[in-house]
């Protein structure tokens, strides 16, 4: 049997990789927050086990990997891995579409967060583009949603 401390570390190293793999130019605005979605997955169906603890340095790693200013990841993540982790008994329940939403404010709070600490290290103001990653991580929640959980029911993670 599978650990699951494997499992869930096997899956934010795979947001990891999916965050700083190359995309053509017309992609890159629209690339989701991989390893954010993958922390609210995990923060909704294991709070015992990820939390924001685990956010912080998952965020520090991104932020190395990114070039981004150290803590920026971390700071942003860790916020919406308290959010989630005090709503995941209301957010569970949902049906997946109203699941869909509460991720897509989730992750609004991230981009708002990177866009403030951002303004504060003297980087220009974003445009409209800034916030389409939140969009399309909205999008892909409900088959990121099952494939987590299916991934977590076949290796019985708990």
Known sequence: MHSAARIILSSLLAGLVLTVLPLPMWAKSLRPEWTALI?????????????????WTVGLLQDVLQGFLLG?????FGIAAFLTLKLHQRIRVFPLWQQALSTLLLLLVIQLILLWVRG??????????????????????????LG???????????
């Open 148 to 158: 987590l959980r299916a991934i977590r029911r076949r290796f019985q993670v708990q």
């Open 39 to 55: 922390l609210i997955y995990w923060c909704m169906a294991l709070p015992q086990r990820v939390g924001v603890t685990v956010a």
């Open 120 to 145: 504060l290290s003297g980087h220009p103001d974003a445009d409209w583009q800034y916030w389409l990653p939140a969009l399309t991580g909205t999008a892909l929640w409900p088959p990121l949603f």
């Open 72 to 76: 920026s990841h971390a700071l942003a």
